[in-house]
Nanobody, 120 residues
Framework: QLQLVESGGGLVQPGGSLRLSCAAS????????IGWFRQAPGKEREGVSC????????NYADSVKGRFTISRDNAKNTVSLQMNSLKPEDTAVYYC?????????????WGQGTQVTVSS
């Protein structure tokens, strides 16, 4: 069964950058669309970005468009989220999730999450 593990979270100042990675095992990630989601305290989980299984298309939430970039390396079985110009409102637990096929939702497999905190 596909397993996902996120890494790269941490504490960063406003305007800084982080790169999150999602590593897969137990399956070939190239068959899956991969999404990044986040959940802040007291808020519902929201979609951040999605990339198709081929890597040929991607989308972003309006709140992160122009600042975040999703990419994948199927040869390494990984997906990354480059996060630039970070804002305090980006603070959340970030999850990667996979769904077999071209769409990111509804996701079937989830990672454990990684904390991102943006604060001065």
């Amino acid at each position: 069964q596909l397993q996902l593990v996120e890494s790269g979270g941490g504490l960063v100042q406003p305007g800084g950058s982080l790169r999150l990675s999602c590593a897969a095992s137990g399956g070939t990630l190239r068959y899956y669309a991969i999404g990044w989601f986040r959940q802040a305290p007291g808020k519902e989980r929201e979609g951040v970005s999605c990339i198709s299984s081929s890597g040929g298309s991607s989308n972003y939430a309006d709140s992160v468009k122009g600042r975040f970039t999703i990419s994948r390396d199927n040869a390494k079985n990984t997906v990354s989220l480059q996060m630039n110009s970070l804002k305090p409102e980006d603070t959340a637990v970030y999850y990667c999730a996979a769904r077999f096929g071209s769409d990111c939702s509804p996701a079937r497999y989830w990672g454990q999450g990684t904390q991102v905190t943006v604060s001065s």
